[in-house]
């Protein structure tokens, strides 16, 4: 029941966004005047609608979306009255334009940003001290976790002594415990855990000795180490190799989400946007060379956690985030969400708004040139011209999303495969 109470809401927060998307457009072109003639939520066939002044409002059956409709939002329109002409949207100043048709992303933005300081507040954000990436974890302190069991072979099975060639930890059969931090193996000392796992691995198997602190006091004791197959550790589908393991991996006594005074709350908002931002640019530069495994996943290959995910797939995360108790994990999944979509939203292509403010700028841009060279004013940009791009776009745009809505449907990812 709680799944599907996550599921619900979840999809039903992204429909309230982007119709808040929607909504930006219409009150800031309403604000410089412009006119709105349609403003509705969901598409297909219309539930119900009514009209308040010049802008019809109302519902349509299919929850994906909304839309309004701007007058005369280029040139080439030509449903614009007569009466209307004065207010069509290509006659008003470049920035108002612009600031119209960026309005849909920043709400997004803003949705976010509150969403983040909500969570930084009440919930927590995740912890800036602990490492995010692999090179940021190979600097860390030492501190180990040390499981009661070790994977001779790399198996998706869990790790059972006794059985599949696993074996008890040497770690622990020596006496390390968790929270230990390692200071010394054999005679090498030992300043992070980058270090530490190199320096086991390069070791021959068997009796090593291991300096370490607990609890501030230092120790000594002796480890098995024993030979494994592992992949690099910067490359976890890299090719396997036989090294030398003794069943520690990294932890940290840091907690994962810290919370702040509704005035601190801010500065850490900012910092976490930042990190938001810089991971999204991240993700879309990968999504060319995610494909090839969005498809595989769809044709019997084990679906990789970092593929994209649509707003279907979206929406059973949000579901098994609350179905598992984890809130936090259904607003994390909700800010990144909407701060990709606003940054896609102003990529410089038709039919995204980014590509209609871009046009809006080139033509100023060309007309300010044109004039400095005593030229005559070259006019608008025709839209005809560009349409088998925009045709070209909307064709990868949709088979994208047909392609991450049917590996969601076939090969969902769990956010306890993440």
Known sequence: MLYWVGFVGFALAILISVSLHEAGHMLTAKAFGMKVS??????GPTVFSFRRGETEYGLKWIPLGGFCKIVGMTPQDDDVE??????AMWRFPVWKRTIVMSAGSITHFLLAIVAMWFAAVFIGLPNPN????VAEQRNAQPMVY???CVQISLSENPCTVGQNGDVQSPAAAAGLKSNDVITKVGDTPIANYGQLTDVIRATEPGPTVFEYTRAGQPGRTTVNLIAAQRPPLDNPKGPVTQVAVAGVSWTTTEPGLVTYSPGDAFGATADYTGTIVEGTFAAMKRIPEKVPALWHSITGDERDPDTPISVLGASKLGGEAIAAGLPQVFLMIFISLNMFIGIFNLLPLLPLDGGHIAIAWYERARSWLYARLRKPDPGRVDYFKLMPLTYAVILIGGAFTLLTITADVVNP????SR
Do not use: A
């Open 413 to 416: 990812i769990s956010i306890f």
């Open 82 to 87: 007569p009466e209307d002409q004065p207010r």
């Open 38 to 43: 349609r403003y509705f939520v969901g598409f």
């Open 130 to 133: 602990i490492p995010q990436t």
């Open 146 to 148: 040390v499981g009661p």
